[in-house]
Nanobody
Framework: QVQLVESGGGLVQAGGSLRLSCAAS?????????????RGWFRQAPGKEREFGAA????????YYADSVKGRFTISRDNAKATVYLQMNSLKPEDTAVYYC?????????????????WGQGTQVTVSS
């Protein structure tokens, strides 16, 4: 099994930046086997549905972003550390949400929550105006 732990959330003013991290660990045959999976970031605001934000393939050479965050957010990964990051710049109040890290069952980037088999506990991001 795999455990994902997000960190880096907090309170920032509009226009500010945050970097989220998500470290992976758990039962697997090797670090390489655990790391050869796609990763994604989703978010959920109060009273709203979970929303796709960004995804990255197993080795980090392909990424995909929702239109709402493209140009402002950057997803990256460090497989040696089993960690994925989300750099968030030019934050807006509309970005306020709980942000969740997820690991896919396959090695590509995916936008559907159903493609992901492990999820973190979430980290709160609040952007004030």
């Amino acid at each position: 099994q795999v455990q994902l732990v997000e960190s880096g959330g907090g309170l920032v003013q509009a226009g500010g930046s945050l970097r989220l991290s998500c470290a992976a660990s758990g039962r697997t045959f090797s670090r390489n086997a655990m790391g050869r999976k796609g990763r994604g970031w989703f978010r959920q605001a109060p009273g709203k549905e979970r929303e796709f934000g960004a995804a990255i393939n197993w080795n980090g050479d392909s990424t995909y972003y929702a239109d709402s965050v493209k140009g402002r957010f950057t997803i990256s990964r460090d497989n040696a550390k089993a960690t994925v990051y989300l750099q968030m710049n030019s934050l807006k109040p509309e970005d306020t949400a709980v942000y969740y890290c997820a690991r896919a069952a396959g090695g590509y980037y995916y936008t559907s929550p159903g493609a992901y088999d492990y999820w973190g506990q979430g980290t709160q991001v609040t952007v004030s105006s």
